[in-house]
Nanobody
Framework: VQLQASGGGLVQAGGSLRLSCAAS????????MGWFRQAPGKEREFVAA??????YYLDSVKGRFTISRDSAKNTVYLQMNSLKPEDTAVYYC???????????????????WGQGTQVTVSS
């Protein structure tokens, strides 16, 4: 599976960005798709995931971020609204096939990763 992420950038606090991740190389409908982020000096952190019609979010982004997918385009999106400076990080999309829902937030459940895209939120 190859993943190509895009859509990062610089935005003021309160603004919005939409990240995209295009997948190729495997039946997209069989993949769980996730977004993770990593800020400088911090560990990689789960942000959101889409698994068989269900969505999962980091508590601090609930109500602000929305993960969605377009199967016709083999693409997953992360719509980020009301951005805060603490959302600043490199964002990564990831794909996996775990059937165990309790592991959906674990980066080890995703063997395929895209390159990161930088999101910077200024105060």
């Amino acid at each position: 599976v190859q993943l190509q992420a895009s859509g990062g950038g610089l935005v003021q606090a309160g603004g919005s960005l939409r990240l995209s991740c295009a997948a190729s190389g495997r039946n997209f409908n069989n993949l769980n798709m996730g977004w993770f982020r990593q800020a400088p000096g911090k560990e990689r952190e789960f942000v959101a995931a889409y698994k068989r019609g269900s969505t999962y979010y980091l508590d601090s982004v609930k109500g602000r971020f929305t993960i969605s997918r377009d199967s016709a385009k083999n693409t997953v999106y992360l719509q980020m609204n009301s951005l805060k400076p603490e959302d600043t990080a490199v964002y990564y999309c990831a794909a996996g096939t775990t059937q165990i829902t309790s592991t959906i937030r674990n980066h080890l459940s995703y063997p395929y990763w895209g390159q990161g895209t930088q999101v910077t939120v200024s105060s």
